[in-house]
């Protein structure tokens, strides 16, 4: 057995060391937000954060979360109070959905490293495929979640 911190909770799994950890909070854990969409990294569906870093979890092995604290959507807040979960509902960013687990995981990883992001840093986030075509709902949304936790921090 293997404990890994989940979503700040201490999980214990028997996955294989080399198991994609994409597999293991899905099939293991049962923490099906991250989604399964190329299996090669280039999507995004299934990024979750490391550390709070955004990470392809479909790449990445359960040997290297090591000691890191691992954060899904399902950890984002249950009750959509998050400001980019409210900003996706107020703007109808999503449409079928598939893709915007590991676009709010990937936006959260973003505004934690440059609070007011440009139009071209979030472009650069937005290497996570929408295949809706979402993507000015996506900018929108980060804009107005960034201007909501600024002005919560009173900046």
């Known amino acids: 057995m293997q404990a ?4 700040g909770k201490r999980l214990e799994t028997d996955a294989d060391p080399s198991t994609p950890l994409l597999w293991v909070l899905r099939d293991h854990l049962g ?7 190329c299996g090669v990294g280039q999507c995004g569906a299934c990024t979750v954060q490391i550390d709070g870093a955004a990470v392809r ?11 890191g604290q691992v954060k899904t ?5 249950a009750d959509c109070s998050h400001p980019l979960q409210k900003a996706w509902i107020e703007l109808n960013v999503a449409q079928c959905g598939y893709c915007q687990a590991g676009m709010l995981m990937a ?3 973003l505004l934690k490293a440059k609070p007011d ?9 937005v290497s996570n495929i929408c295949r809706c075509g979402t993507y000015v709902r996506v900018r929108a949304g980060i804009h107005r979640a ?8 009173g900046a």
Do not use: W
Request: glycine letters at 8%.
């Open 31 to 37: 923490l099906t937000g991250a989604k399964f969409g």
């Open 57 to 67: 979890s479909c790449l990445a092995p359960l040997s290297a979360v090591g000691e």
């Open 107 to 109: 936006a959260e990883a």
């Open 146 to 153: 960034a201007a909501e936790i600024r002005k919560t921090r």
């Open 117 to 125: 992001p440009t139009d071209a840093d979030i472009d650069a986030m």
């Open 4 to 7: 890994i911190v989940v979503n």
């Open 73 to 77: 959507i399902e950890g984002l807040s």
